[in-house]
């Protein structure tokens, strides 16, 4: 006999559909909007999430709900509202956004995990008052009551352990209504904060600047109304305590809040400082256990934390009465994430807060041109910090032209003359040096020794990229090829090369150069996890290691006041990335850089070395200006209708045979083709060309690129395709909406 009725269950697959599944007497009175079932598919049993019930379906015969799992929905409605949205917006699966809010664990063991905490019931006065008589009479019961009188609650091991007496006691002291006992979920307080704690430091007394920001957000959180801010504030001005004032104003109105770091950046460094000033932090790290992971999302959901901290997917932390976001770093591409669902943590965090009526900051030195663009419209709230805290001035960034350096004739080197001057100096100083290098990889452009000139793409303004096999240059966004010309276009110097950086060799190189320095290198290479990071800049930071030499990896969150030079090895590669972003990236990357010296009371020094020394990025960088670069970008932008003017995605395809990739890739365009001549200008196509990465372990890559000038049309085309088949056994098909990586 079944119920009638039909639960409406999206399931973790990559299909955007509702499934309709009748709903059995035994289950009528626990189906739940936003909790998980187990239903038949396919001939298999699979966990689904009810997102609605109906009393009708136009389904003939519909099968039957096996089992609902949770007691309490596990899902409020906002994040339902918002799987929904993005299942929408990033054509993935609702039931597949759904299951990314889960941690795998909380996945995986479908139960809390409960334990039996105890606590006294009656009040102190009525519990010494009858101690005395217990004492003779039941002695294991009264020192379970005395223990009992020092902490307020603790579980009934805990208590067995820390009395000596046994479960027979605690039931007779239960019985005579001295103790409740009660299940809790277990390990629930969030592990790495809640209990009780040290002392908490005060709120710092804020500059001017600090001031405006924190009353304008304060004034946004008792509006009670969803609103964004956006906060650039140059390293160092004290952004972090804007944010512990928000947050604090948050709490005292009652509501929870969320930050989002870069998860390079959440280290125990960070974190202290959020856990020196509040209780009842949740810590959503990468390197949690599994149960650890767990049980802090438990921690959260059954109310444990006030505040969530952790990486992208903490947006979906499971808090009630959400009042505030905190993004760090809002430009950091790492909020985007690149696989299913390749949702942007960042923009989306606007939708969680428009479902909760929250307030979100978005805080950087080098706000994304999407970000500082929408403030320019009125969308967002907008403050500045522009100076350091105490006045310390930013450091002075020189460059190095690299040119010079060639024309003297010299076998090629990483390191100029100057720089290798400024690190003896800096070094016999006792000072440390920074030296940033590249991510390998990705360095095959063509430029002139000689003029710095680079060959890019005229139609869509990135660089060409060079293939040595064919002997040609090749635009990865259009498809347009040419041939490598034997002189420079611009000086019409023969000495036009492709860049191979040779990463590997510098360390090799700095070490002959240093002998009696410690070097340490940092890349995804040499530090594998959380540990190695961690150990590296401790000893770092301890002053056991002289000349620190990293990718991107080393140019956040370093605080280290003894480091007095920063050296950036070639500043060209990223600039000559075959990506729209290129020049903001090189931009973000050197601000950051140069962040990381002149922190303590030593002066700090950036010395920049580049081929291209009038490039607007690198003359921008260096003057700790970042309006102007953000003005010359978006000029730049708007001519192409880059974003923020249109909004771009990449349908990315793979495959072992590339015949295959490429005939797919020619299908999927030609529909999208069809499709966008309805759009007239609007919408534009690019490719099918080879991605610039263009095979990653034995399977080719292909990319098609679709630009329009509003998200809605953006949308609209892409719809044309949401039907077609994303996997196959020969090509594999990926769309990527306001895709970040674009190799
Ligand atoms: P940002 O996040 O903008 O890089 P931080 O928040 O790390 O800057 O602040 C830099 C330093 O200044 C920190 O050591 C911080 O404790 C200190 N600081 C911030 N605000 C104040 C203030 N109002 N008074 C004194 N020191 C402050
Ligand atoms: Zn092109």
């Given amino acids: 006999m079944s119920y009638a009725g039909f639960a409406e269950i999206v399931l973790a697959l990559p299909l955007n559909k509702k499934f309709h599944y009748s709903i059995p007497q035994s289950c009528s009175n ?9 239903v038949p598919f396919r001939g298999r049993t699979i966990i689904g999430y009810c997102v609605g019930l109906t009393d009708v379906s136009d389904i003939e015969k519909t099968k039957e709900i096996i089992q609902v799992i949770d007691a309490k929905p596990i899902f409020t409605p906002q994040l339902l509202a918002i799987s929904k949205w993005m299942a929408n917006f990033y054509f993935c699966g609702w039931g597949e956004a759904l299951e990314s809010f889960l941690p795998f664990a909380v996945r995986s063991s479908f139960h809390e995990k409960t334990v039996s905490v105890i ?21 294991r019961q009264a020192s379970a009551l005395e223990v009992l009188l020092r902490e307020e609650e603790m579980t009934v091991r805990e208590l067995t352990r820390a009395s000596g007496c046994n479960l027979q006691s605690i039931y007779r002291l239960r019985d005579r209504e001295l103790v409740s006992l009660r299940q809790r979920p277990a390990d629930s307080d969030p592990v790495s904060g809640g209990g009780k704690r040290e002392k908490k430091t005060d709120q710092l007394n804020p500059t001017k600047e600090q001031e405006d920001a924190i009353l304008l957000i304060k004034k946004r959180l008792r509006e009670g109304k969803y609103r964004t801010v956006l906060l650039r504030g140059v390293t ?24 989002l770091v870069p998860e390079i950046s959440l280290t125990p460094q960070t974190i202290e400082r959020f856990k020196l000033r509040f209780d009842k932090i949740a810590v959503l790290h990468s390197s949690l ?49 690149d696989s299913s669902p390749r949702y942007n943590a960042r923009d989306l965090s606007l939708v969680r807060a428009k479902y909760e009526n929250a307030v979100v900051v978005l805080g950087s030195a080098t706000p994304s041109l999407e970000s500082y663009h929408n403030a320019g419209l009125g969308r967002y709230d907008y403050v500045v910090l522009k100076s350091r805290i105490g006045d310390k001035p930013l450091p002075g960034v020189q460059l190095v032209d690299m040119r010079h350096e060639i024309q003297r004739g010299k076998k090629h080197s990483s390191i100029s003359k100057y720089l290798e001057l400024s690190m003896k100096r ?26 710095g000139f680079v060959l890019t793409c005229k139609k869509c303004d990135i660089s060409l990229t060079y293939h040595k096999s064919q002997n040609a240059v090749m635009c990865h966004y259009c498809y347009h090829k040419a041939s490598v010309p034997t002189e420079c276009p611009e000086c019409k ?26 070097l340490l290198r940092m890349d995804s290479d040499t530090m594998r996890g ?29 605080d280290i006041p003894n480091v007095t030079l920063v050296g950036v090895l ?19 990357l050197l601000c950051q850089v140069a962040g990381r010296t002149g922190r303590g009371s030593r002066e700090g020094k950036v010395i920049i070395q580049t081929y291209n020394p009038e490039h607007y990025s690198i003359i921008f960088a260096a003057s700790h200006d970042y309006v102007g670069f953000a003005k010359k970008e978006l000029e730049y932008r708007k001519q192409l209708y880059y974003p923020p003017y249109g909004r771009m995605a990449r349908i990315v395809l793979r495959g072992k045979r590339e015949e295959d990739v490429k005939a797919r890739s020619l299908d999927l365009a030609e529909k999208l083709k069809d499709t966008s001549r309805l759009y007239r200008k609007t919408v534009e196509i690019l490719g099918p060309s080879p991605a610039p990465v263009t095979k990653v372990k034995d399977n080719y890559r292909w990319h098609i690129v679709v630009k329009a000038n509003t998200i809605e049309y953006l949308q609209q085309v892409l719809q044309s395709i949401k039907e077609e088949p994303r996997g196959s056994n020969k090509v594999q098909t990926v769309i990527d909406v306001d895709a970040y990586m674009m190799l």
């Fill in 30 to 38: 626990q189906i739940e909007v936003g909790k998980r079932v187990k």
């Fill in 119 to 139: 606590r006294l019931s009656k009040d102190e006065a009525f519990i010494k008052d009858i101690l005395a008589t217990l004492k003779k009479r039941a002695p």
């Fill in 236 to 259: 160092g001005s004290g952004k972090t305590e804007v944010y512990l004032q928000a947050i604090a104003e948050t709490i005292a109105l009652g509501r929870k809040v969320i930050v």
């Fill in 289 to 337: 256990t599994e149960k650890q992971r767990n049980n802090e999302w438990w921690g959260i959901k059954n109310g444990n934390a006030d505040i969530v901290i952790g990486a992208r997917s903490a947006l979906f932390a499971p808090l009630d009465n959400l009042g505030l976001i905190v993004i760090d770093e809002e430009h950091e591409n790492t909020f985007k994430q």
């Fill in 426 to 451: 800096s070094l016999s100083q006792k000072g440390q040096v920074i030296l940033f290098l590249n991510r390998r990889g990705f360095s095959s452009f063509i430029s002139c020794r000689r003029c």
């Fill in 493 to 518: 110097c023969p000495k036009i090369n492709f860049f191979g950086s040779g990463t590997e060799r510098v360390e090799e190189e700095i070490k002959a150069r240093f002998p009696s320095y410690k």
């Fill in 530 to 558: 959380h540990e190695a990071h961690e150990k590296a800049f401790s000893a770092f930071k301890r002053g056991d290691i002289d000349i620190l030499l990293g990718t991107q990896m080393i140019a956040k969150g370093l």
């Fill in 570 to 588: 070639s500043a060209d590669t990223i600039i000559n990335l075959p990506d729209f972003r290129a020049s903001e990236r090189t931009f973000q």
